[in-house]
């Protein structure tokens, strides 16, 4: 397979080629070690494709920043090529990869330089759709993990007028299901169905079949927020099938985490612990899934916790503190510290968790879903504290810097007294 993507001199599939490769294959340790020797080569295009591709591998380590930086080494190696070369499209491509790493390491004005130079040399290639999709995939991110979610959907929105003005159906459904995603969390849930009821439709009009999944598993997400399980289930159930038919293991996770929210939300932690195990272990064995293998932890955790196993749900906890420090995960950091805030309620430590439902209530990354959790939290907290404390409380939470917290509490052992001290401090 590495010897086909060489042999595409005119590298008709763009950066994007690697995806040719098994994900899970790529981040084998000898593979890698293969690719570092292969892009010793005299020939410069299999020196240069094995240096790429050895930055890809490295740059999903996005808890070991050094590890990251020698993935910014090797792309940066693999573009310098690119562009003596004059393959335009390549460098463009890697730029785009080092906006990635440079994000996963919380450098975002490196991030956005490098984004701005792809962009940049895709205009003068006069490729619109690397453009509109670079806005929709990266450029929203980083204003996500830059904590500017409003700035995200802007931004989008943007791209998805792009798109419509040069008519491109299977851009404008990607671009409206993305879209959908972002707005179910930070915008408006109704404009989050209509939105991905538009992507189903063109996604169906057009026969992609490759999208049609991911588009009934997000129906199901949007109908599970807006509080309609049983159809939430049935669109779950209908992507569970074609993602196992396309091989996408990691699709079949996201069916199963569905499944498990449902399930916690109804209070049956037992279906709700099976579907979560069941996620991990599939999402497990893709290292590129990360988030979702970490929003998953969070939700186990919640599980255990909920059906009265707060110790296991620490320790699960714990164990996803070093991956929940990455910058990349900030979207998460509210849900992990509204886990947290369920521990403190059920171990009787009410003015910690107000302070950490302070914290997630002031957090601009708290999703939709999760700031009604925490108002009922907070309610909770409120009724043991009375009026005065609990606002003091909470006024204490929206003072605190939630990535210093998580990295303070991976410091410490799993010992949930300890833990909530911290917030005293």
Known sequence: ?????????????????????????????????????????????????????????????????????????????????????????????????????Y?????YTAAL???????????????????????????????LWQGRPQLCLATMEEALSLIREHGDRVMEAIGLGQLSIETLRYGDPDRARVLREQALARVRELGHRSNEPWNLWELGEVYRVIGQPDKARRYYDEARPLFRAQGHGFGESYCERGL??????????????????????????????????????????????????????????????????????????????TAVAELALAAGRAEAAATLCGLVAAHPMTWNETRATTARLAAQARA???????????????????PTLIARLAALPPDLAAWLDVLAE
């Open 260 to 337: 498990g929210d449902l399930a916690l939300a109804a209070g049956d932690f037992a279906t709700a612990i099976g579907h979560f195990t069941a996620a991990r272990a599939l999402a497990s064995e893709y290292p590129d899934q990360f988030w979702s293998q970490l929003y998953v932890t969070i939700q186990l955790a919640r599980t255990l916790n909920g059906c009265g196993q707060p110790g296991e749900a620490l320790a699960v906890l714990h164990a996803a503190l070093p991956v929940a420090t990455a910058s990349v995960v900030k979207g998460l950091h509210p849900g992990l510290m």
């Open 113 to 143: 330089a490098s984004l701005d130079c792809a962009e940049a040399t895709y205009l003068s290639l006069k490729d619109w759709q690397n453009v509109a999709g670079s806005a929709i995939y990266l450029r929203g991110a980083i204003a």
């Open 1 to 101: 397979m590495l010897a086909q993507a060489v042999a595409d001199p005119e590298r008709t599939l763009g950066v994007w080629y690697a995806v040719l490769l098994d994900s899970r294959r790529v981040h084998h340790p000898e593979v890698v070690t293969q690719l570092q020797q292969l892009a010793e080569s005299e020939d410069k295009v299999l020196a240069c494709l094995a240096a790429e591709l050895v930055g890809r591998a490295l740059m999903d380590a996005i808890d070991q920043p050094a590890m990251l930086q020698q993935a910014v080494a090797w792309l940066r190696r693999a573009g310098a090529v690119y562009e003596q070369q004059g393959d335009e499209w390549g460098y463009a491509g890697v730029c785009q990869l080092l906006a990635v790493v």
């Open 103 to 107: 994000s996963r390491l919380g450098d």
């Open 384 to 402: 043991t504290l009375g009026e005065a404390a609990a606002d003091a409380a909470e006024a204490r939470g929206r003072t605190l810097d939630a």
